[in-house]
């Protein structure tokens, strides 16, 4: 069954309300008990307010949600619960009782999150459970609009997101959240139809894009242009801000090495990627210091409050299996055609850099609808780069000349992204040339 991105020709779903509320509710407010509303977005200071480089203290106010797992009951399970039902993923009268977590559960909410990308754990956080709240809007069930306080986030926003860009509009990417290129594009696409071009999308707007159905394809006009922005800057990366984003932080050291812990790893790696990038012309941020563990969607208003070019998160694994090892890239994409060109090139590059410089395993790019990497709005890609669980990668990683060929690698990709497609040098032999002393 479909999720409803597909066309919204079909019947139209029951839309189970998560919060129970009224259905002009926008998703993501007043949820269970636990699951605090999304903040809207930041006030546009503008970069002034992140040159120092690092987050800062004044990002206060988490308050996460206590995933929902095995074993754990109550009327925020009973929500979900109904949700999946909804979606087709739990049979109607399903086995086992309401209110409690169990198997049959589990195992729907894992089909959930590997139908929309998610990392497939069983467990319902933030991230599942605002997918979940996401995935119940069917285009048609509301007016669309531009809300700049509180964006309309689900997959009606998807699936308009998705009509406009196979017409050609360019409607900014499809990643379910309607912020003004959206607006954007359905303006142009009512002005060419005749409509009232108020950048709203309701009944009389809905009726003229089912007319028109799929017959008109191509266009993505948002992938072209992400392209050739990139061929335009040239080759060095004067001008070019990059945001770097080390994992964990604070009271989260994520995977440990014996004392060491990945949260310190990545964020020397960071700290290294930056010296390079900086020498050769870049404006690098990073997203944190050693003391802060900011929140996705914190992480990910920085870097577009800092109007970055390109942001790299950077992770360590770990596994129950000795055997496993290696480096991973993730970029943002739904595995279904919707992606970000620049990120899964990114994402390719940067992981063979490492791979041909250091021997480790390639286990690939993949394409996720991660929050880090669907709410940055420029390409984002995760580098996760060896097992710490795996006595090798764990010895490599805790060498410092090791992190150090890692972030000579991130450089010489980031370079080759800037790089025209006939001047891209082989992986793993591209020497950066000194920057040049100006005058
Ligand atoms: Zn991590």
Redesign the pocket.
């Known amino acids: 069954m479909s999720l409803g991105t597909g066309p919204a020709a079909g019947p139209r779903r029951a839309a189970v309300r998560l919060d129970r509320e009224g259905p002009s509710r926008p998703p993501g407010r007043g949820g269970p008990s636990g699951i605090s509303p999304l903040p809207g977005p930041v006030d546009p200071g503008g970069p002034d307010g992140v040159a120092h480089g690092t987050i800062g203290g004044t990002m206060g106010s988490e308050n996460r949600m206590e995933p929902l797992g095995p074993g754990s009951r109550g009327p925020a399970v009973a929500d979900v619960q109904a949700a999946l039902r909804s979606l087709g993923l739990l049979e109607p009268d399903g086995a086992g009782a309401a209110e409690v977590y169990d198997e049959t559960t589990a195992l729907a909410v894992r089909h959930f999150q590997q139908v929309r990308g998610l990392s497939v754990d069983g467990r319902v956080g933030e991230e599942t459970y605002r997918s979940l709240s996401e995935a119940r809007w069917s285009l048609g069930d509301r007016l669309l609009h531009h809300d700049p306080e509180r964006p309309i986030r689900g997959d009606d926003v998807t699936n308009l997101q998705e009509r406009l860009l196979e017409l050609g509009y360019d409607a900014g990417r499809a990643d379910g959240i309607f912020g003004r290129e959206t607006e954007a594009g359905l303006q142009a696409f009512q002005r060419d139809y005749g409509l009232t071009s108020d950048g709203t999308c309701g009944p009389s707007t809905l009726r003229a894009l089912r007319q028109l159905g799929r017959k008109v394809t191509g266009g993505r006009p948002q992938l072209l242009r992400q392209s050739a922005s990139f061929v335009d800057s040239g080759p060095h990366l004067i001008g070019r801000r990059i945001v770097v984003d080390p994992?964990?932080g604070g009271g989260d050291p994520?995977?440990t090495a014996g004392v060491t812990t990945?949260?310190d790893l990545?964020l020397d790696l960071a700290r290294r990627i930056e010296g390079r990038l900086a020498a050769a012309g870049a404006t690098v941020y990073l997203t944190r210091g050693r003391h802060q563990d900011p929140t996705p969607e914190e992480r990910t208003r920085f870097a577009n409050d800092a109007r970055a070019d390109l942001f790299i998160s950077l992770?360590?694994?770990a596994h129950g299996s000795q055997h496993a090892r290696g480096v991973a890239s993730y970029y943002f994409g739904t595995g279904s055609g919707t992606s970000s060109t620049v990120g899964e090139r990114f994402a390719d590059l940067a992981r063979r850099e490492v791979v041909a410089r250091t021997g480790m395993l390639d286990l690939g790019g993949h394409p996720k609808t991660w929050d880090l990497l669907r709410w940055t709005r420029m390409p984002a890609v995760r580098l996760?780069c060896g097992y710490l669980s795996h006595p090798v990668d764990r010895l490599l990683l805790l060498d410092a000349r090791l992190r150090g060929t890692v972030a000579s690698a991130v450089l010489a990709a980031v370079q080759r992204l800037f790089l025209p497609a006939d001047a891209d040098p082989p992986t793993g032999t591209f020497v950066l040339p000194q920057r040049r002393a100006l005058g």
């Open positions: 994992g964990h994520g995977f990945e949260a990545v992770h360590m694994d996760d």
